[in-house]
Nanobody, 121 residues
Framework: QVQLVESGGGLVQAGGSLRLSCTTSTITYDMAWFRQAPGKEREFVAASKSFSSGTSYSDAVKGRFTITRSNAKKTVYLDMNNLTPEDTAVYYC?????????????????WGQGTQVIISS
């Protein structure tokens, strides 16, 4: 069983930045961030391929968000810049064993509890 624990959410003004962290019991998996805004379906945000530098981003966050991982700390980060109220959501960390499925698919096996991000205008 893979454990995922998110942290770093909070309340930020529009234009600000936040760093989310996801500590995992195994860093050798494909790792991703998803988010779910109130009244909306969960959507893909960003992902990092295991054992490679491959990443994927949704069009909504490309150029503003960056996903990185620290193998030594078994942690995946999501650096979020130039935040807007549309980024308000619960952000979830997800993991899956190495897979050929697209990084932006809902093919992740393990999910964290989520961390709330609120962007004020």
């Amino acid at each position: 069983q893979v454990q995922l624990v998110e942290s770093g959410g909070g309340l930020v003004q529009a234009g600000g930045s936040l760093r989310l962290s996801c500590t995992t019991s195994t860093i050798t998996y494909d790792m991703a961030w998803f988010r779910q805004a109130p009244g909306k379906e969960r959507e893909f945000v960003a992902a990092s391929k295991s054992f490679s530098s491959g990443t994927s981003y949704s069009d909504a966050v490309k150029g503003r968000f960056t996903i990185t991982r620290s193998n030594a700390k078994k942690t995946v980060y999501l650096d979020m810049n130039n935040l807007t109220p549309e980024d308000t959501a619960v952000y979830y960390c997800a993991a899956r064993p190495r897979s050929v499925a697209p990084l932006n698919s809902e093919s992740y096996t393990y999910w964290g509890q989520g961390t709330q991000v609120i962007i004020s205008s």
